[in-house]
């Protein structure tokens, strides 16, 4: 029995519409919530108490992937806040992380700019060299953005 192209083309597009409606059927991945944290891992307000009754963060782990989220802290464990080039230290942490897992979608939120009470222009320079599976904040993208101030 000979195959025409009939079949090749008709076998082809079948084989197309299982692959779409497989991919179409599966979930996609929850993103990692990144928030701002205390190395205590008391996960009791603001993001990180979101992080914790949401995404799985967990209580008394204060750094790095728990769940769906991930702790970058800025205070520390009698909940003062951390030196700017401590908390740069733990963003490069979680950048190489994000690096590591190109597939994953990282949301972060303003970390540092609220409890810790950072202003933005301070903390975004730290997330300027993310890789693009991190999505930033409105207010960070704003400062990455902005055009240099003159001098």
Known sequence: MAVTLRDDRAALLE???????S????PMPTPIF???????GRHGKGAALWARQHRGAIYGRGVGRQGD?????????RLCVLP??????????????ARAHPDARFELTPIGCGLAGYRPDEVAPMFAA???NVAMPASFAAVLTAPPSPT
């Open 130 to 132: 993310a890789p693009t």
């Open 15 to 21: 084989a197309y519409r299982r692959s779409w409606q």
């Open 23 to 26: 991919n179409q059927e599966r």
């Open 34 to 40: 990144v928030f701002g944290s205390n190395l205590a």
């Open 69 to 77: 989220a991930y702790a970058i802290p800025t205070k520390d464990h």
């Open 84 to 97: 700017l080039s401590t908390i740069r230290m733990h963003v490069e942490s979680f950048l190489d992380h």
